[in-house]
Each structure stands twice: as C-alpha cells, then as structure tokens.
T-cell receptor, first 116, second 111 residues
Framework: DAGVIQSPRHEVTEMGQEVTLRCKPI?????LFWYRQTMMRGLELLIYFNNNVPIDDSGMPEDRFSAKMPNASFSTLKIQPSEPRDSAVYFC??????????????FGPGTRLTVL | TQLLEQSPQFLSIQEGENLTVYCNSS?????LQWYRQEPGEGPVLLVT?????EVKKLKRLTFQFGDARKDSSLHITAAQPGDTGLYLCAGAGFTGNQFYFGTGTSLTVIP
C-alpha cells in the first residue's frame, strides 16, 4: 500500500488567496483526520471523519477553514482567505476505526503551507 | 488547550546515554500512544498502552502507563543517533476515535 498521500507537499501563497490541501487515505480505512503542526502549538486536531461523515470539527480555527470528504478515498481541507498565521505543516492521517480507542493512525508526509 | 504536557521539551545527549521522557496530564485516558516523528515526515506509531501500570518494551525503548492512567514515560537505554527525532505522546478519550497529542520532546543524540 502507498500509505496516506497528501498533495501538494509544499505550498506558498499570498495572504487572501484560497488554499486547498488534498488527502488520499489508505484504502479500507474508514476514519480520516486533519491535523495542523506548528512550533508554538504542536500537533492540533482540526477535524475528523468517520465513514465520510464529519464527527468533530471543534478544532477548526474559524470559518475560513472547511473540510470535505466526498468519498472514502479523498478529502480536502480548504482555507479561504488564507492568512500568514495559517502557515504550518498540515497532516492527514487515516485509521481503520473500529470504534476502539487503540486504533493506529497512519500519517501522511504533510503539506508545508507558507502564507506570505 | 493542551491536555498533555511533555518534559523535557528539548533534550541533547551523547550516544550511549540513557534518557527518560515524561508525558503528564490531569485527565484520565483510556489509552496512550507514543509516536516518533522525523524531519519532513509524519509521526509514526511506536506503541499503545492501555492498562494502568502497563509496561511495554520495544528493543531499547521502555514505555510505562501510570497507574491512574494520567501519565506515561518513555525510557531509552543506550541512545543511538538513529533515535533522534520528535517524540509525541497521544492520549485517547473514552468515546470516539480521537487522540490528543502532547507538546512533544525533541531528542538529539550526538555521535
């Protein structure tokens, strides 16, 4: 298996532009997570989906952030409009969610976002 | 809100030394996981501990879950340069499928 695939790996944009990050989870996994990692705040959970349905989006910073999972093999995280404080590494992770709290999350390589 | 605090935040040691990293919380977790993250990559799971007081060993790494399931430690014996990385603990709640990550410990092992 190719693992979790994220694109792009690096994104540089200007303040006010729309940014779309993409994720393809591991085939067969039914839970998908979006995280943001910064030096100041560490690794923060933004939103997670189970069977393509958003379960908890309480970590989404504000209305500028939105996430979708139209099918089991694809998810997007969109920021519109982007701001310099959104600069971070964004990770997507997937797991085979049986409902047990011991599920293993597999992380993608991340997208490094820089907003100028 | 950071539910899990790790200490130390940064650690630089010589090859062959031993070290311990701590993960503490005021919350009780159903399980706790430890991850290692290398530069430019996502975190990779090392171990999951579930039972209070549980100890698991992975070669030179020893993981312990506190009796009250609020804290955990990671002990590395005879550290090697390949152990260099960011170590993250993550605690799971009792409902759902979420993990709350700790603040991280950045370890550098000098040859």
């Amino acid at each position: 298996d190719a693992g979790v695939i994220q694109s792009p790996r690096h994104e540089v944009t200007e303040m006010g532009q729309e940014v779309t990050l993409r994720c393809k989870p591991i085939s067969g996994h039914n839970s998908l997570f979006w995280y943001r990692q910064t030096m100041m705040r560490g690794l923060e959970l933004l939103i997670y989906f189970n069977n393509n349905v958003p379960i908890d989006d309480s970590g989404m910073p504000e209305d500028r952030f939105s996430a979708k999972m139209p099918n089991a093999s694809f998810s997007t995280l969109k920021i519109q409009p982007s701001e310099p404080r959104d600069s971070a590494v964004y990770f997507c992770a997937s797991s085979y969610g049986t409902g047990e709290y011991t599920d293993t999350q597999y992380f993608g390589p991340g997208t490094r976002l820089t907003v100028l | 809100t950071q539910l899990l605090e790790q200490s130390p935040q940064f650690l630089s040691i010589q090859e062959g030394e031993n070290l311990t990293v701590y993960c503490n919380s005021s919350s009780v977790f159903s399980s706790l996981q430890w991850y290692r993250q290398e530069p430019g990559e996502g975190p990779v799971l090392l171990v999951t501990v579930v039972t209070g007081g549980e100890v698991k060993k992975l070669k030179r790494l020893t993981f312990q879950f506190g009796d009250a399931r609020k804290d955990s430690s990671l002990h590395i014996t005879a550290a090697q340069p390949g152990d260099t990385g960011l170590y993250l603990c993550a605690g799971a709640g009792f409902t759902g499928n979420q993990f709350y990550f700790g603040t991280g410990t950045s370890l550098t092992v000098i040859p």
